[in-house]
C-alpha cells in the first residue's frame, strides 16, 4: 500500500509545513526580550557560535559537497540545510547537556531572524559556483527565485514567531502550557519528517549513499570539530563550548525541507535527501556526542567523591 501522501499525490511540503510552523510557533513563545539583549550580555560567545552556523558551516559544505562532486540536486541539498538557522530541539539538547541553555534560545532565535538574509546569499554564491564551475553542468543553468525564496522563508518562519511572541504576551498562562505540550514533540517532530522521506526515497539513498552519504558524515563531523576548535581558540567555559558545538551542528532540516520541496522555489522531493540524512546523522551523533559529556562528568564525581 502506498502511503497517503503518493497515493493522492500530495506534495510533500503539505507535510513539512505543519511541522516547521508549530516548531517556529513553539519558538515564539518562549522567546524573550533577554534573549537579543544576549547579543550585548554575551556578545563573545554569540559571535563565535553565529560565526560558526552562519559562516563556517556553509563554506564547509560548498567545500565538501564540490570536492565530493556531487550532483547538482545533492549539492544544493548539502548546502541549503548549512545555510539554515538552529534547530529548536538544539534547546533539549543544550539542556541535557548540562550547557547555556539561555545562550541557546538567544542563538536559535538570532540565527532564524539573520538566516532570512543569509540564507539566499550564500544560496546565490552556491547557484554561481554550479553554473561557473562546470560541476553537474549535465543537469543545466540552475535557477534561484530570490524573491520566493525570501518571502516563503518570512511566512514559514518570521510570522509563526510573532504569533508565538504576541500568545505570550497577552496569553501568558496559555502560552506556558501549549510551550511544554510542543516542546515534548519537536524532537519526535523531526524524527518523523525525516524518516517519512528516508522511507519515500530510499531507493534514491541507497542508490547515493556512497558519495552522498560520506559527505553528510563528513559535514556533521566538522561541524563538531570546527564548533569545538573555534570555541576553544576564543576561550569559553566547557557549558559554553557544548551548547555552540549543538548548536552549530543541530540545523533546522525542516526548512531544509521546505524549501528544497517548494513548489515555489527549487521543486524538488530529490534535494531533499540531504537535510534527511543530516537530520538523521545529526541526532545521532549529538546523541552520542551529549552522552559522552555525561559519562565524563559522572567519572569526575565518583572520582572527586572518592577522594573525599
Not at 108 to 115: D, K, L, P, R
Request: include cysteine; charged fraction near 10%; glycine fraction near 4%.
Amino acid at each position: 500500500m502506498k502511503p497517503l501522501y503518493e497515493e493522492y499525490k500530495v506534495n510533500p511540503i503539505f507535510i513539512v509545513l505543519p511541522i516547521l510552523t508549530i516548531l517556529t510557533y513553539s519558538l515564539g513563545l518562549i522567546l524573550k526580550s533577554d534573549d537579543f539583549k544576549m547579543l550585548l550580555k554575551k556578545p563573545l560567545p554569540m559571535a563565535v557560535g553565529l560565526t560558526g552556523q552562519l559562516v563556517v558551516l556553509p563554506v564547509i559544505a560548498i567545500v565538501i559537497a564540490y570536492f565530493m562532486q556531487l550532483d547538482t540536486v545533492f549539492f544544493i541539498g548539502l548546502v541549503l540545510i548549512a545555510c539554515c538557522p538552529g534547530g529548536s530541539s538544539s534547546n533539549i539538547f543544550s539542556y541535557i547537556a548540562k550547557g547555556d541553555v539561555a545562550l541557546s534560545v538567544s542563538m536559535t532565535a538570532v540565527s532564524s531572524i539573520v538566516t532570512l538574509v543569509t540564507l539566499p546569499i550564500i544560496m546565490s554564491v552556491c547557484v554561481s559556483i554550479l553554473n561557473t564551475s562546470g560541476v553537474g553542468a549535465e543537469f543545466g543553468t540552475v535557477q534561484l527565485p530570490v524573491g520566493k525564496l525570501l518571502l516563503q522563508n518570512v511566512v514559514l518562519m518570521v510570522i509563526p514567531i510573532i504569533l508565538g511572541v504576541l500568545t505570550q504576551l497577552y496569553f501568558k498562562n496559555t502560552a506556558h502550557k501549549i510551550s511544554k505540550v510542543l516542546s515534548k514533540f519537536a524532537f519526535p517532530c523531526l524524527i518523523l519528517l525525516a524518516s517519512i522521506f528516508f522511507i519515500k526515497h530510499y531507493q534514491n539513498i541507497a542508490n547515493h549513499l556512497d558519495k552522498l552519504g560520506l559527505s553528510v558524515l563528513l559535514l556533521v563531523v566538522f561541524a563538531v570539530i570546527a564548533a569545538s576548535l573555534l570555541s576553544r581558540l576564543c576561550h569559553q567555559s566547557s557549558k559554553t563550548r557544548r551548547t555552540i558545538v549543538i548548536e552549530v551542528a543541530m540545523q533546522n532540516a525542516a526548512q531544509a525541507i521546505a524549501i528544497a520541496s517548494s513548489p515555489f522555489v527549487f521543486n524538488s522531493e530529490i534535494m531533499t535527501i540531504p537535510p534527511i540524512l543530516y537530520a538523521l546523522v545529526m541526532n545521532l551523533m549529538l546523541l552520542v556526542y551529549v552522552g559522552a559529556i555525561l559519562h565524563k562528568e559522572n567519572n569526575s564525581s565518583l572520582m572527586t567523591a572518592k577522594s573525599e
